[in-house]
C-alpha cells in the first residue's frame, strides 16, 4: 500500500518562528510536492522537487523554503511564521514522468496565532 | 485569479443516476487537465486525466469531457453510487511544475 506520511496532522505555532513541516513517501517516487489548500482558493502549489537537492518554485514559493536531503523525504520551512500562512498543507509524490498522479498525505492544519 | 473554476460548490445526486461535474479554464494554452477525489481527513487521490488532443476519456464509470472551443471540462458518474461521495477537484497541469486547482465541488450521492 502506497504510503505519503505528514508529521503532524495538526499544528499551532507563534508568529516568527521557524516552522517545520516533514513529509515522507515510501514509494520511491522522484517527484515530491508541497501544496496549501485555503478556502476559496483551492490547493496552490508553493514548491516541487523532481530529485534529490532539486527545486522548482510553484506558484506561491513567497514565505517559504524547502529541502530534500534524501529522495523520500521533503521538509517544507517557513523562516518566520505569520498569520497568513495558517492553512492546510498537503504533500504530495509522483513518479517522473507522471506528475499527474500524485499520491498525497493527509495534510498538515497550521495555525499561526 | 482563479485559472480553473468549479462554479458549483456542491451537488446532490440520487444512487444510479448521473452525476455531472463541471470546470472552466481561463488559459487556451492548458493542454492537460486532471480530476482528483477527496473524502474527509485524507489527502486527495487521483481519478481521471485527459490530453486536449481527445475530447473524452472513460475508465470505468468516469468519463471526462473535454471542451477546448469553450474551456469547459466535465467528469460524468455513471451510475452514482454512495461512496463517490466526495469532494471533486479538477486541475490543470501545463508544465511539469504547474499545477492549477480549481475550488472544488462537494458531490453527495443519497442512497
Known amino acids: 500500500d502506497v504510503k505519503v506520511t505528514q508529521s503532524s496532522r495538526y499544528l499551532v505555532k507563534r508568529t516568527g518562528e521557524k516552522v517545520f513541516l516533514e513529509c515522507v513517501q515510501d514509494m520511491d517516487h522522484e517527484n515530491m510536492f508541497w501544496y496549501r489548500q485555503d478556502p476559496g482558493l483551492g490547493l496552490r502549489l508553493i514548491y516541487f522537487?523532481?530529485?534529490?537537492?532539486?527545486?522548482e518554485k510553484g506558484d506561491i514559493p513567497e514565505g517559504y523554503s524547502v529541502s530534500r536531503e534524501k529522495k523520500e523525504r521533503f521538509s517544507l520551512i517557513l523562516e518566520s511564521a505569520s498569520t497568513n500562512q495558517t492553512s492546510m498543507y498537503l504533500c504530495?509524490?509522483?513518479?517522473?514522468?507522471?506528475?499527474?498522479?500524485?499520491?498525497f498525505g493527509p495534510g498538515t492544519r497550521l495555525t499561526v496565532t | 485569479d482563479q485559472q480553473v473554476k468549479q462554479n458549483s460548490p456542491s451537488l446532490s445526486v440520487q444512487e444510479g443516476r448521473i452525476s455531472i461535474l463541471n470546470c472552466d479554464y481561463t488559459n487556451s494554452m492548458f493542454d492537460y487537465f486532471l480530476w482528483y477525489k477527496k473524502y474527509p481527513a485524507e489527502g486527495p487521490t487521483f481519478l481521471i486525466s485527459?490530453?486536449?488532443?481527445?475530447d473524452k476519456n472513460e475508465d470505468g464509470r468516469f468519463t471526462v469531457f473535454l471542451n477546448k472551443s469553450a474551456k469547459h471540462l466535465s467528469l460524468h458518474i455513471v451510475p452514482s453510487q454512495p461512496g463517490d461521495s466526495a469532494v471533486y477537484f479538477c486541475?490543470?497541469?501545463?508544465?511539469?511544475?504547474?499545477?492549477?486547482f480549481g475550488t472544488g465541488t462537494s458531490l453527495t450521492v443519497i442512497p
Open positions: 485527459i490530453s486536449s488532443i481527445k
Open positions: 486541475a490543470a497541469h501545463p508544465l511539469v511544475n504547474q499545477f492549477y
Open positions: 504530495a509524490s509522483s513518479l517522473s514522468g507522471r506528475a499527474y498522479e500524485q499520491y
Open positions: 522537487s523532481y530529485d534529490v537537492k532539486m527545486k
